[in-house]
């Protein structure tokens, strides 16, 4: 005899429990050889940088669903999880546990300080792992991998050393983006750019043999490093200048005064430039063209260097401070004013970034691109929603060539080696020598940017360069679910690297969700204090009700707001299923056979009706998940479960199971009540995966659900006059109570219901459920009618019209006057919504579900009116 399921529903006492079943199963590891089909999920890889957030909770959730749906429906499922190193994320954070101990990383050393972080991963990666196993994540935790496993560190060296032979990587002194707290240079996609008040300075250079020409600069330090003045040929004001020289006032150097139609706009300021090639990346180009200089004033960590004469020393703000003053002193001020401007900041640390002139290895990233933009113009890659197609589309064909060495120490070293003649050897493996004049060789100290070795992950993950088991029976996989934020950062990147190293895409699916915000839409954070912890809201709310809550709000392209109070309700929507549950539990006697096994024609109206909306569900789900509509198939489930199952057939149900009546065979409706349910946890199991198992196994189910086969259409279940016949009866019910509240009465003020010719089918149901009906509704009397009594008001739903009528006296003067008002409210708010509709511009310009909800509520009010007009007529 199974136990019987607990009174409270609680599920700390069982989520632990199932997780640790579902492990050492064995059932998260797909089997290899299969004849099954391959359907696989790469993680997007956290950092380890800490704990898992609210944004993780909802990627780990959507992929769990697809993962348990596909491995239930037939498929060789494996979601491989894993970790990502998080380069300059991760050495942030340990330098500053290191500066609480009063240490540097380069106090301690390069090894010492690995040693450190090594430690921090071991840490943490251990921690993200088992908050993923709260969330229910059935991941293949065998082939759990990071980044910098000797592997996936193979892959990486492999990638770098076979691109640099292919002419797509290289070295060279090109402008980057430098912050100096970080103290290394970052890619384009991993700088901020904040609108900040600043200030714009006008400042005079005097002209050698007479004059001066004006410029001006929001960052006036660094005209320590100008080489030139820019103006534009055609501009006459200053013709005559130009090939003329300017003495600058506090280094010595002379700068030449050119014309360049490119850097120049006669119209703005005061038509001419400072031109500073180190420090500005416009500069930098007109630099290229005229063979300019290139001069840099600052250090690495941002203070001015020898080239800035008296300056040398000082931190760049300060500098900016003391050139501005002593350009007052010598005269050469000619204004200043505001200026707001958008001005790059450090992704990590939220520095100002600086154009910085250094040497560093880029990517040659258009041929690669031009790959990566066909596969999604011919569909070979779709991404979901098709709307970002166009950003994706304008960010490849504009690409940049890509920076990504780095200035750290924690990430894959850069394979190449220099020796002091100036020669550069790259290999997969250290040489013993310059491979050019045979003398020693030193590796390169920086790293690879972390994006590089997270572009590889769907290969190196399964084990390539080498051509491996998992790689063949694996890749490409179908499915990627990640935040839009990282369209261009790492899904454009892995596309590349798939298609150059493959010849195939990495995915064939990529659905892209919106962010996770709060009640309100702002977005989280630590110090608006609104951040939300998806542990925290496990232990409140249970893991399934935070799956199920994510998921419902997972509608495509928008952001989630996030309202705990949403979580409160789906909580209790896993309470009703609990409940219903122990009374399906209850009643059961070890007699009844499975759905298979009964005579359908020989049911009764309540159970085909209900075999039939379990059958709608299954399509409606499918259908939902296959489309990576999560919020439909909750929204189809939530229906379901709570409206159909649990208010509609249980309540049927009591009845012939508390022996009170014999209208219905007790054994078929304990079977139907068993069976349906267990094919609604099967459903449901993705979304809410310890609840269903838990309810299956007090059910007498053998096995686990998440090895079950998925539901799929029966089609000996339509029963669809039964369904349409049923649903005119629950319409029937529904106006009835909605009547009752509109008027205010009671719930339980007894109405008489008349309905007009219900027709042969109708009449038969509502013979058979007469009792049931007439309890749902709480009605005095229910009857056919030819002619409907005076006072009765006229009511339709559907093809069904029926009339309601109140007993004599229901409606007292303050009723009256109460729905008086109602009425008057309404007709108010009904003429705006008609003169709303009525203009032209307002449907041609609004959003269709905009026009479309309002359609909906002018038929809901006229509706209302109609009822209201006709009770306050009916003299009762």
């Known amino acids: ?117 090594w430690a921090w991963k071991d840490q943490y990666a251990t921690n993200i792992s088992s908050q993923a196993k709260a969330l229910g994540a059935s991941c293949d935790w065998t082939r759990e991998r990071f980044t910098l496993d000797p592997m996936l560190s193979r892959a990486v060296i492999h990638a770098f050393v076979r691109l640099y032979q292919e002419g797509l990587i290289y070295r060279a002194q090109r402008l980057i983006n430098w912050c100096p707290r970080c ?115 600052l250090t690495e960590d941002g203070r001015i260097n020898e080239h800035g004469g008296r300056f040398a020393g000082l931190d760049r703000f300060a500098a900016r401070r003391a050139v501005l003053e002593a350009l007052g002193e010598l005269g050469l001020r000619r204004g200043e004013k505001a200026h707001r401007h958008a001005v790059g900041h450090c992704q990590r640390c939220d520095t100002i970034l600086e154009p910085y002139l250094s040497l560093q290895w880029f990517v040659r990233s258009k041929p690669l691109a031009e790959v990566a933009l066909e596969a999604v113009r011919k569909g070979e890659v779709q991404l979901h929603p098709e709307f970002w197609l166009a950003t994706y589309e304008n960010w490849l064909t504009n690409i940049l060539d890509w920076c990504i060495s780095r200035q750290l120490w924690w990430g894959h070293r850069i394979p190449a080696y220099y020796c002091a003649q100036g020669h550069t050897t790259v290999a997969e493996t250290a040489p013993g020598a310059c491979l050019h004049c045979g003398e020693a060789v030193e590796q390169d100290p920086d790293v690879l940017d972390t994006w590089f070795s997270s572009a590889l992950w769907p290969l190196s993950t399964l084990g390539w360069p080498e051509e491996t088991e998992d790689l063949r029976a694996f890749y490409p996989t179908q499915l990627l679910i990640t935040g839009f934020d990282i369209l261009f950062f790492w899904v454009a990147r892995m596309i590349m690297m798939g298609y150059h190293f493959r010849g195939r895409p990495p995915f064939y699916q990529v659905h892209l969700t919106g962010l996770v915000r709060d009640a309100q839409g702002q977005k989280m954070s630590k110090t608006k204090g609104n951040v939300m912890d998806p542990l925290d809201l496990v232990h409140t709310y249970g893991a399934d009700a935070v799956r199920f809550t994510l998921a419902a709000l997972a509608s495509p392209g928008r952001d989630l707001p996030l309202d705990p109070r949403r979580m409160e309700g789906y909580r209790a929507f896993a309470t009703k299923l609990w409940n219903a549950a122990r009374f399906v539990q209850m009643h059961l006697k070890g007699d009844e056979p499975t759905l298979e096994e009964l005579d359908l024609q020989a049911m009764a109206l309540p159970e085909r009706w209900i075999l039939a909306e379990l059958s709608q569900a299954v399509v409606g789900v499918r259908q939902a998940l296959e489309g990576f509509r999560f919020d439909e198939a909750c929204r189809c489930l939530y229906q379901f479960v709570w409206n159909d199952y649990c208010d509609w057939y249980v309540e049927l149900a009591k009845p012939v199971l508390s022996g009170s009546s014999a209208a219905r065979s007790p054994q078929v409706v304990r079977a139907v009540a068993r069976g349906v349910l267990l094919e609604t946890l099967k459903l449901l199991h993705p979304i809410m995966p310890f609840i269903t198992e838990e309810i299956a196994s007090h059910l007498g189910y053998e096995g686990m659900l998440m090895t079950s086969p998925y539901p799929r259409l029966r089609p000996e279940w339509a029963f669809v006059l039964e369904r349409d016949t049923f649903r005119l009866v629950q319409g029937l019910v529904q106006a009835v109570r909605s009547y009752r509240h509109l008027v205010g009465l009671p719930p339980n003020a007894p109405l008489s219901v008349f309905l007009e010719n219900p027709g042969e089918a109708l009449a038969q149901a509502l013979s058979e459920l007469r009792s049931e009906v007439m309890r749902f509704a709480c009605l005095a009397q229910l009857e056919p009618a030819g002619d409907i009594p005076p006072g009765a008001v006229r009511d339709a739903v559907g093809r069904l019209r029926m009339a309601i009528l109140l007993p004599h006296g229901a409606l007292g003067e303050e009723e009256r006057q109460r729905l008086q008002r109602e009425r008057t409210t309404t007709e108010q708010e009904l003429a705006r919504l008609r003169a709303r509709l009525a203009d032209g511009g307002f449907v041609e310009r609004a959003p269709a579900e905009v026009v479309e909800q309002t359609r909906l509520r002018e038929q809901e009010l006229a509706h209302r009116l109609e009822l209201l007009t006709e009770t306050l007529g009916a003299g009762v």
């Not at 429990?17 to 359907?39: C, H, I, M, V």
């Not at 060789?76 to 300059?88: C, R, V």
């Not at 609480?100 to 450190?116: N, P, Q, W, Y």
């Open 183 to 297: 103290l290394t240079a970052l890619s384009d996609l991993e700088v901020v750019h904040k609108e900040i008040n600043g200030g714009l300075w006008d400042f005079a250079y005097p002209v050698e043999g007479g004059g001066e020409i004006v410029v001006s600069t929001t960052r006036p330090e660094t005209m320590l490093g100008d080489t030139a003045v820019a103006v534009h040929p055609e501009d006459e004001r200053y013709r005559a200048l130009v090939g003329r020289f300017i003495r600058h006032p506090f280094v010595d150097r002379l700068i030449p005064i050119i014309a360049d139609a490119d850097l120049v706009d006669p119209a703005f300021g005061t038509g001419a430039v400072k031109v500073t090639p180190a420090h500005d990346p416009n500069d930098f180009a007109t630099a290229e063209r005229h063979h300019l200089p290139k001069i840099n004033i």
């Open 1 to 117: 005899m199974r136990a019987t399921l607990p009174t409270r529903f609680e599920p700390a006492q069982f989520e632990g429990k199932w997780y640790n079943r579902w492990e050492t199963s064995g059932a998260f590891t797909p089997q290899l050889p299969s004849d099954k089909p391959p359907f696989v999920i790469l993680i997007p890889p956290p950092n380890v940088t800490g704990k898992l957030h609210i944004g993780h909770a909802l990627q780990f959730t959507l992929q769990d669903i697809m993962i348990r749906f596909k491995r239930m429906d037939g498929y060789n499922a494996l979601w491989l999880p894993g970790t990502d190193h998080a380069g300059i994320a991760t050495q942030v954070m340990v330098e500053r546990e290191l500066a609480k101990e009063g240490l540097t990383r380069h106090a301690l050393g390069r090894e010492k300080f690995l040693e450190r972080m």
